[in-house]
């Protein structure tokens, strides 16, 4: 009897189907790990873009009321559930330039998915996938002073202590939600 080299038509029918069906699975793999990393991408991206609006606002209502030379500064103009504004002599002049950093406003709105910061002229969106944004308002005990849609009375602003931000961002199917409690200068 001979030995036969080589393989049969049946053997490497075989052989190829299992090649095929390793090269699916790891194909699979592969994909599935992109489509993965892809998701991660995009959550990283909204909680990036989140905690740099969050520190923004922080920075901008920790300086709010700024008064060197106590020309008597009021830290908060406006004060509504979807918008904020906050003044300071930050140069020290005895006055607030309303077309300066000096005067900065926050506006949530959630019908253009956006959070802006206005500092003076200039609009600067914070965040484009705005799915919820609102801003409290605490007096000296922490406890909430309801804001009416129109904003707080004079009266009502002179008694806030700390500004809260709360965020929610979604966008390429991932989502994040942020909020934010900053005392203003006045309340330290």
């Known amino acids: 009897m001979r030995s036969r080299a080589g393989f049969t038509i ?7 189907t299992l090649s095929l069906v390793l090269l699916t699975a790891l194909t699979g793999a592969v994909g599935t790990g992109g489509r ?10 909204l909680e990036d873009t989140a905690d740099l609006a969050l520190e923004a606002l922080a920075f901008d209502v920790r300086r709010a009321g700024y008064d060197p030379t106590a020309l008597g500064v009021e830290a908060l103009v406006d004060a509504s559930p979807t918008a904020l504004a906050l ?8 006055a607030v330039d309303a077309a300066s950093e000096e005067s900065t406003q926050y506006v ?5 998915r956006r959070l802006s ?5 200039q609009s600067l969106p914070l965040a484009d996938t705005v799915v919820g944004c609102g801003f409290r308002y605490l007096d000296g005990a922490g ?8 904003g707080l009375t004079a009266a009502d ?9 709360d ?22």
């Open 167 to 188: 965020l929610a961002l979604a966008g390429g199917g991932a989502t994040t939600a942020r909020t934010a409690e900053v005392a203003l200068r006045s309340a330290r």
């Open 143 to 150: 406890l909430p002073i309801p804001a009416p849609a129109a």
């Open 10 to 16: 049946v053997e490497l029918l075989v052989g190829t």
């Open 117 to 121: 910061r206005i500092l003076g002229r």
């Open 108 to 112: 949530c709105s959630t019908a253009t």
């Open 157 to 165: 602003r002179a008694r806030v202590r700390a500004v809260a931000l």
């Open 36 to 45: 993965l990393l892809s998701a991660l991408g995009r959550r990283g991206e």
């Open 87 to 94: 003044q300071a002599d930050l140069d020290g002049d005895g």
